[in-house]
């Protein structure tokens, strides 16, 4: 985090920086709070059809308390919220927090994909210096595709083939007691069962639907900004603008950091700044501004919730603890 912040921030100009923020339209970019909300929204409504094949009629009041209190750790531990998700929609709807935790790794999974087809459509909405800038988007992306893709494949062929999972495990746990073999069969089952919705194509076109959604209110939550800054008048700044930043500013989602704080202002301002001839102190008051909206926003949303359904730090960090263990011991 330090490191990319340094680089973000190098050489500012704080008088400038201090005065472009002090002129800054705050109601434009408290305008990206409800679409973030809304967001997210859309995540829980998604993580019900990755949820569905494990336990049906999930409440989706407790789909979305999980989901943002996931988020708001995230915002204190890079990925915590991977493992308060399963540990909360669990404690709330009694589901197997392993076979939760398969379903959010789903979702990253088509997070990434769908990040990566946002960069293939770049050059779509822009003819600029893309690859003389970013000499290393193209194989970069290529790899990730890859491997995420590979990823998936694996563990859904698992998913299908269990008696292939069954003989790895025996081979896995000859050394450890039975109580402890059948702990371990009983977690990597439990997380398989996480990608049933592959059995379940019916619902792959609502799924994509849904993410295009979802990155589409990402996309406006950036348009919004633009307003905040002037950035539509001065430099022209347009829908296809705010689809390029959001591609590119994603990989400093991607990277592990409280609140993406630092890799998230860094791709943010190059982007800015190599891409659109936006001056430095104002890229690094955009960059600023649109992280906050979102990190405060959803930390006081997410507190709430984790308060009102009496979520424990020290059950969390029990199943943080369960997790580690698990893929010590080889699950």
Same mark, same amino acid.
């Given at each position: 985090m330090a490191v990319f912040l340094y680089f973000a921030f190098r050489g500012t100009d704080f008088g400038k920086l201090w005065e $472009?923020?002090?002129?800054?339209?705050?109601?434009?970019?408290?305008?990206?709070?409800p679409v973030l909300v809304l967001s997210h929204a859309v995540r829980a409504w998604r993580w019900e059809y990755f949820l569905r094949p494990i336990k049906k009629d999930i409440r989706y009041r407790n789909l979305f308390s999980s989901l943002i209190v996931g988020y708001m750790m995230n915002n204190v531990l890079p990925r915590a919220g991977e493992i308060v998700r399963p540990y909360a929609i669990g404690k709330l709807e009694g589901v197997s927090r392993s076979a939760a935790f398969g379903t959010v790794l789903i979702e990253r999974i088509f997070d990434v994909l769908s990040f990566m087809i946002l960069i #293939?459509? $770049? +050059?779509? !909405?822009?003819?600029? +210096?893309?690859?003389?800038?970013? +000499?290393?988007?193209?194989e970069t992306g *290529?790899? $990730?595709?890859? *491997?995420? #893709?590979?990823?998936l494949g694996l563990f859904a062929y698992l998913m299908f083939?269990?008696? *292939? !999972?069954?003989? *790895?495990?025996k081979f896995v746990t000859q050394k450890v007691s039975e109580r402890k073999a059948k702990l371990i069969e009983h977690i990597v089952h439990s997380f398989l069962d996480g990608f049933l919705f592959i059995k379940e194509p019916k619902n792959y076109l609502v799924i994509a639907f849904q993410s295009i959604v979802i990155w589409g209110l990402y996309i406006v939550m950036m348009y919004f900004a633009f307003f905040a800054f002037g950035m539509t008048e001065t430099y022209n700044l347009d829908w296809a603008s705010a689809m390029v930043v959001q591609s590119i500013s994603s990989i400093g989602i991607v990277i592990p950091t409280p609140g993406s704080v630092g890799p998230y202002h860094y791709f943010t301002i190059q982007t800015l700044t190599k891409l659109y001839g936006v001056e430095e102190e104002l890229a690094r008051?955009?960059?600023? !501004?649109?992280n906050a909206v979102g990190f405060i926003g959803i930390t006081i949303i997410g507190a709430v919730y984790f308060f009102k359904d009496k979520l424990h730090m020290s059950e969390v960090m029990k199943a943080e603890r369960t997790v580690n263990e698990s !893929?010590?011991?080889g699950v």
């Open positions: $472009i923020l002090s002129q800054a339209n705050y109601w434009w970019a408290l305008a990206m709070l #293939l459509m $770049i +050059p779509m !909405v822009y003819n600029g +210096p893309l690859l003389e800038n970013f +000499p290393w988007l193209e *290529i790899w $990730i595709t890859a *491997i995420t #893709l590979l990823f083939r269990r008696d *292939i !999972v069954e003989k *790895i495990l008051s955009y960059a600023t !501004v649109t !893929v010590e011991k």
